[in-house]
């Protein structure tokens, strides 16, 4: 069993920054594709980014040039660096782990 554990959200004023990590408790982390999601109130869940286990990334059209997607196999952890928040990122992000592990979530309110 895969235990993944998100941190880093919090209230942040429009056009600041935060970075989100997860780290995960498997030993062959490298080898997994993972990806961050989220979940506005009263919308479903979306993905946010992606990243394969050779690094090739992938961002949603609303989050490109804004978020980045990383990982370090040693820790591992993979993260998401967050610029130039918009209140429309407002939401709960969760990590996911090779599309059948999740974490816990962590909120993220971007409000002045």
């Known amino acids: 069993q895969v235990q993944l554990v998100e941190s880093g959200g919090g209230l942040v004023q429009p056009g600041g920054s935060l970075r989100l990590s997860c780290a995960a408790s498997t030993n062959i982390f490298s080898i997994y594709f993972l990806t961050w999601y989220r979940q506005a109130p009263g919308k479903e869940r979306e993905l946010v980014a992606s990243?394969?286990?050779?690094?090739?990334?992938n961002y949603a059209d609303s989050v490109k040039g804004r978020f980045t997607i990383s990982r370090d196999n040693a820790k591992k952890t993979v993260y998401l660096q967050m610029n130039s928040l918009k209140p429309e990122d407002t939401a709960v992000y969760y990590c996911n782990l090779a599309g059948g592990y999740w974490g816990q979530g962590t909120q993220v309110t971007v409000s002045s």
């Open positions: 990243i394969t286990s050779g690094g090739s990334t």
